[in-house]
């Protein structure tokens, strides 16, 4: 376990440096944006991993609340298997589907959903799933934070203005918003009820992210529609970059997540034993 | 090219920012678990 982290972080830098030559040298220069294009080979992936984070955070912050009451669990468990059926299904059932919506990337969806969702639930006891939820959406936030700073970089040479208050960009500025105020909430409030408080704004935040991501389906945005499962298009040259770099970024997130998650437990290991030696202290002293 | 430039800097700057807050929490709290340590012995 000592010498997994160094090797997995050794690897990481070596796959971030290669995406980053990739982005920069490799990938063909686009004909009518010029070089800034390649600022989407950050601007994209930061923003899936961090809606994945946010999705992880969702699914440990529904579990930490159903756990506490093992009928609601029971019956968490068996909504999850019929939303995962459903929008499996749906994907292929219903049409027609938003343009440039495949049916296969529905299904996956479902698949994701519910793997995720039963992974937490094998993996992570009570308070763990709390440790995790904290976990991404620390890390998600930073990531969320690197979306909206190179978002208007790209935007000023492109769109001729740093930002606009349409639906794609204002609904991540509240996304961001929402978790930044989860994370104050979490640092600054004493109470034995904040991890509680802290699962059920997590989970109406969550309701942000498929708002943020589905923006430019149903609603008119100034904002480049997706360029996988979505109606955009992308020359697979710069698609190939495009996954290398996500991958880059997820394994990055991954080995800070790691990090943060081993910090918080540790954090309230040491919390506790301070609580225990507190107790434990002749009264004398404590006078 | 600058925006390029601009964007992927900010970037390394944020992660590197948030990675160094880290180290900071961990060092702080080696130093706590060292006090600890001393304590019992």
């Known amino acids: 376990m000592k010498k997994t982290f160094p090797i997995l972080g050794l690897l990481t830098a070596a796959l971030l440096s290669y995406a980053l030559y990739e982005a920069v040298v490799v990938a063909p220069r686009e004909q009518t944006m010029g070089d800034v294009q390649r600022i989407f080979y950050y601007h994209v992936p930061s923003a899936w991993t961090a809606f994945l984070l946010f999705f992880i955070n969702f699914v440990a912050s529904v579990q930490y609340l159903v756990r506490r009451n093992p009928p609601a669990d029971k019956i968490a468990n068996w909504v999850v298997i019929a939303i995962g059926v459903l929008t499996c299904v749906g994907g292929y059932v219903i049409k027609p589907l938003p343009q440039g919506m495949y049916p296969s990337s529905v299904a996956t969806t479902g698949l994701a959903i519910v793997g995720i969702y039963f992974l937490i639930r094998k993996y992570f006891s009570d308070q763990e799933t709390d440790i995790l939820a904290l976990t991404t959406a620390e890390v998600g936030v930073v990531f969320c934070t690197v979306v909206l700073v190179t978002g208007p970089l790209w935007a000023r040479p492109v769109w001729g203005i740093w930002w606009t208050w349409d639906v794609r960009l204002t609904s991540t500025l509240v996304l961001w918003l929402i978790y930044v105020s989860y994370l104050v909430l979490r640092r600054f409030s004493t109470s034995g009820q904040t991890p509680v408080l802290a699962a059920a704004l997590a989970v109406f935040g969550a309701l942000d992210v498929p708002l943020v991501y589905f923006s430019i389906w149903f609603f008119r945005t100034q904002h480049p529609q997706p360029v996988i499962g979505g109606g955009g298009s992308i020359d697979p040259r710069m698609l190939h970059v495009l996954l290398i770099n996500w991958l880059a970024f997820l394994c990055f997130a991954f080995l800070v997540c790691w990090s943060r998650y081993r910090l918080e437990r540790l954090q309230r290991d040491v919390e506790e034993t301070l609580a225990l030696e507190a107790l434990l202290e002749p009264r004398s002293n404590v006078r | ?41």
């Open chain 2, 1 to 41: 090219m600058n925006f390029l430039y601009a964007a992927y800097a900010a970037t390394w700057a944020i992660h590197i920012a948030y990675l160094i807050t880290l180290v900071r929490r961990y060092s702080r709290l080696k130093q706590e678990v060292d006090e600890l340590n001393k304590k019992k012995n």
